[in-house]
């Protein structure tokens, strides 16, 4: 078998990406990162030639070509843990793809998240750093030196108060003209709402949950 033999490439979910550029391929084998369409974490790096590539748009599940099976392998036909298509994106030189999934378990054969021991949890950018220092403020730090310990040293009912204050000011802000002083506001209001967040146990990944159950 032939690894790169030339096969047009079939769309079922009708995606629009410049095919690889087979011929720059010694071996017909195109370099296949696979990233969380969620998470936007990368969980793997495979390979695929022409034909597994076929068969991920055909049958929604990516497939690779397995270099030590020498054949064809769909990610999960044995654990069942798919990665089922998302997207398909070619980069710049046509030479290698990134593939958004959405993993069905574990993606790494050791049984991690991903082949980096990593777990794939959502990432908020700065908010996820905020949460982060909003912790460690909370169990660290000298309430007569930080805001946030002096207002979890006062109980959730003053930080819940607060929320409501900054909440009143967005409001106002919003029916007004300003938009310097809505911003600052809804930046207080949305840091409170972190702090209030960690006094009653949760982050933001359990709003992104509970978001994610009432999508449709």
Same mark, same amino acid.
């Given at each position: 078998?032939?690894?790169?033999?030339?096969?047009?490439?079939?769309?079922?979910?009708?995606?629009? &990406?410049?095919?690889?550029?087979?011929?720059?391929?010694?071996?017909?084998?195109?370099?296949?990162?696979?990233?969380?369409?969620?998470?936007?974490?990368?969980?793997?790096?495979?390979?695929?030639?022409?034909?597994?590539?076929?068969?991920?748009?055909?049958?929604?599940?990516?497939?690779?070509?397995?270099?030590?099976?020498?054949?064809?392998?769909?990610?999960?036909?044995?654990?069942?843990?798919?990665?089922?298509?998302?997207?398909?994106?070619?980069?710049?030189?046509?030479?290698?793809?990134?593939?958004?999934?959405?993993?069905?378990?574990?993606?790494?054969?050791?049984?991690?998240?991903?082949?980096?021991?990593?777990?794939?949890?959502?990432?908020?950018?700065?908010?996820?750093?905020?949460?982060?220092?909003?912790?460690?403020?909370?169990?660290?730090?000298?309430?007569?030196?930080?805001?946030?310990?002096?207002?979890?040293?006062?109980?959730?009912?003053?930080?819940?108060?607060?929320?409501?204050?900054?909440?009143?000011?967005?409001?106002?802000?919003?029916?007004?003209?300003?938009?310097?002083?809505?911003?600052?506001?809804?930046?207080?209001?949305?840091?409170? &709402?972190?702090?209030?967040?960690?006094?009653?146990?949760?982050?933001?990944?359990?709003?992104?949950?509970?978001?994610?159950?009432?999508?449709?």
């Amino acid at each position: 078998m032939r690894i790169g033999k030339e096969i047009k490439v079939m769309s079922k979910k009708n995606m629009d &990406y410049n095919t690889p550029d087979w011929n720059k391929m010694s071996n017909g084998l195109v370099p296949t990162i696979i990233q969380d369409a969620r998470t936007k974490n990368v969980l793997m790096l495979g390979y695929m030639n022409a034909e597994a590539l076929n068969k991920t748009q055909e049958t929604g599940k990516v497939t690779f070509f397995s270099r030590s099976k020498n054949r064809l392998w769909t990610k999960g036909e044995e654990s069942g843990n798919f990665l089922n298509l998302v997207d398909i994106k070619n980069d710049c030189d046509n030479d290698s793809l990134l593939i958004s999934v959405h993993p069905v378990g574990p993606t790494c054969h050791k049984g991690t998240d991903t082949c980096w021991e990593e777990e794939n949890n959502s990432n908020f950018g700065f908010f996820s750093e905020l949460e982060a220092t909003i912790e460690q403020r909370r169990t660290a730090a000298d309430g007569e030196k930080s805001y946030v310990a002096s207002l979890f040293e006062k109980g959730i009912n003053k930080i819940a108060q607060k929320v409501g204050e900054e909440a009143v000011e967005t409001v106002i802000e919003a029916m007004d003209n300003n938009d310097e002083l809505f911003l600052y506001e809804s930046a207080d209001l949305l840091f409170h &709402y972190l702090m209030l967040l960690q006094a009653k146990g949760f982050t933001l990944k359990d709003i992104e949950a509970e978001l994610m159950k009432r999508k449709k």
